[in-house]
């Protein structure tokens, strides 16, 4: 049976200061044993291709909270439907374009005081999120998802109630929140298993997130592990816990599947 690892980035497989220094041996020790990585995050495809790029994994990747599955193009020997190519991958589109949902969160500001990537330049967000510049350009390059910060201190569920009734969806990440359609982790997961089986046969999937965000995701997995988040808290009791927090907790949860 081919065991296969869905991970979030931030808080997970990355620590407060978005390095992955310290699980760079077990990510070397699952290519090595040919055990995909399958990174699943609210960060954009190019945010996620300069991990993919420096980790060296050729495998397929989830970005904008399960916006789009990016495939490598010969990655699977077999057809299968997706959307549009682009750059060597197949692409799978489930999200809202980003454009469409910008409507929604000027409703927003008219009422509540809250800050958008699209709307920072690119030096004040990354004085925000603490990434390096060429890093926050392309976390402001959002295809499927607006990723805001509210300001205003307790309003976060009157903000989660207005997108609801507007029919889109509030997600909480690690750091900010975001305004998607009618996607998630969990329908992104799902789907690329369905492809993944037919590569593999029978497969065990497990999945490492840290925030509510990676819930869907972790509910359609096999093995569902949660790290402590950036306030040493696990977000749900639901989820098998990883006892570490962020990159510490990744650890854990490999360990513990491989048995090492």
């Known amino acids: 049976m081919q065991l296969i690892v869905f991970t979030d980035l931030d808080g997970a497989l990355l620590g407060e200061d978005y390095s992955y220094e310290t699980v760079k041996a077990n990510i070397e020790k699952l290519k090595q044993m040919k055990i995909p990585i399958i990174i699943c995050t609210s960060k954009t495809r190019g945010e996620i291709e300069i991990y993919t790029n420096e980790l060296d994994i050729k495998d397929p990747f989830i970005s904008e909270n399960g916006g789009a599955i990016f495939i490598p193009k010969n990655y699977f020997s077999f057809s299968f439907s997706f959307d549009k ?14 454009e469409s949902l910008k409507d929604i969160i000027s ?5 509540y005081n809250v800050k958008c990537f699209h709307e920072m330049t690119a030096e004040e967000l990354a004085r ?17 998802d607006i990723a805001f910060k509210i300001i205003d201190i307790g309003v976060e569920e009157d903000i989660r109630n207005l997108i609801k009734e507007s ?7 690690a750091r900010y929140c975001h305004l998607l359609g009618n996607n998630d982790k969990g329908k992104a997961v799902r789907l690329l298993c369905d492809l993944l ?13 840290a925030s509510p965000n ?6 359609v997995v096999d093995r569902p592990y949660l790290v ?28 513990t599947e491989l048995k090492i």
């Open 85 to 98: 190519e682009d750059d060597g991958y197949k692409i799978i589109e489930l999200g809202t374009p980003s």
């Open 107 to 111: 409703k927003i500001k008219k009422v």
């Open 128 to 144: 925000d999120t603490g990434l390096p510049m060429e890093r926050a350009v392309k976390a402001q390059q959002r295809e499927y």
């Open 167 to 173: 029919r889109f969806q509030f997600v909480k990440g």
């Open 197 to 209: 089986r037919k590569k593999y046969g029978d497969i065990k999937t497990m999945a490492i997130g």
């Open 214 to 219: 990676d819930f869907p995701m972790l509910d």
């Open 228 to 255: 402590r988040d950036r306030n040493d808290r696990h977000t749900s009791e639901k989820y098998i816990k990883a006892w570490g927090k962020g990159p510490d907790g990744w650890n854990y949860a490999i360990r």
